[in-house]
């Protein structure tokens, strides 16, 4: 990381699945409200856990009552500090594929304000997920002819969402052009990025050389998320 905090605590992330507990008529209730397809039913109620979100729907509208919550464990939270700064971690067990569960819970149990909560790329759900709580939303971009799309689709969801945003574009100075005024033009640019092998090679190493170079740009760029 290149914040190199000092790790002090892991706790286990469970997440919480269905297993039948009674004898069920088949009626295919469960696998109707299931938005995930985690379930499906033939001769017998079959869970497919990894695919399950653990929303609990299945449970709540199951008319026998023949089923209820088990905890599998699905990955670990991970804390520590840099200063005074807190830093929370989630890690997704091997071969567990979805994370949102895991973002959801790190939200709602470990997030103090205030704090920055780092996305993944793109606009799916773990995106949505992890920008639910926030006040504000930067988003990083690249002036290519991808980035541009992408970014498209993610400012998209960024207003559905009802969310006050900022881009900030990355390596500005290697992609096109054209492009890069297209994004200032339409949309709200707070900083942008040099291409620089400095910064490619420290980022390499786990270093940060940002603060030294673009120091002003940062407290600019701070200043207008506030």
């Known amino acids: 990381f290149l914040l190199h905090p000092e790790m002090d605590g892991e706790e286990d992330f469970f997440i919480e699945v269905p297993q039948m507990v009674k004898q069920c008529s088949l009626c295919g209730k469960c696998a109707e409200v299931c938005e995930f397809n985690a379930i499906w039913v033939g001769k017998e109620v079959h869970v497919l856990e990894k695919l399950c979100h653990g929303c609990g729907s299945c449970i709540h509208f199951c008319p026998e009552a023949a089923l209820e919550v088990r905890k599998r464990k699905a990955g670990v939270v991970r804390s520590g500090k840099r200063g005074k700064m807190r830093f929370i971690q989630g890690v997704l067990t091997v071969s567990e594929a979805l994370s949102p569960p895991l973002i959801r819970h790190i939200n709602k149990n470990y997030a103090r304000e205030p704090f920055i909560i780092d996305c993944p790329p793109g606009n799916s759900c773990p995106f949505v997920n992890s920008i639910t709580p926030a ?82 740009e940062l407290r600019k760029l701070l200043e207008a998320v506030r």
């Open 135 to 216: 006040d504000f939303v930067i988003l990083v971009t690249e002036p290519t002819p991808f980035g541009l799309e992408d970014l498209k689709g993610a400012v998209e969801v960024v207003k559905d969402l009802g969310k006050n945003f900022g881009v900030v574009i990355n390596r500005a100075t290697l992609g096109d052009e054209r492009i890069r005024q297209k994004m200032k033009e339409r949309f709200p640019v707070l900083m942008e990025i040099p291409f620089d092998r400095r910064i490619a090679e420290s980022y390499a190493k786990g270093e940060n050389l940002l603060p030294e170079m673009m120091g002003d």
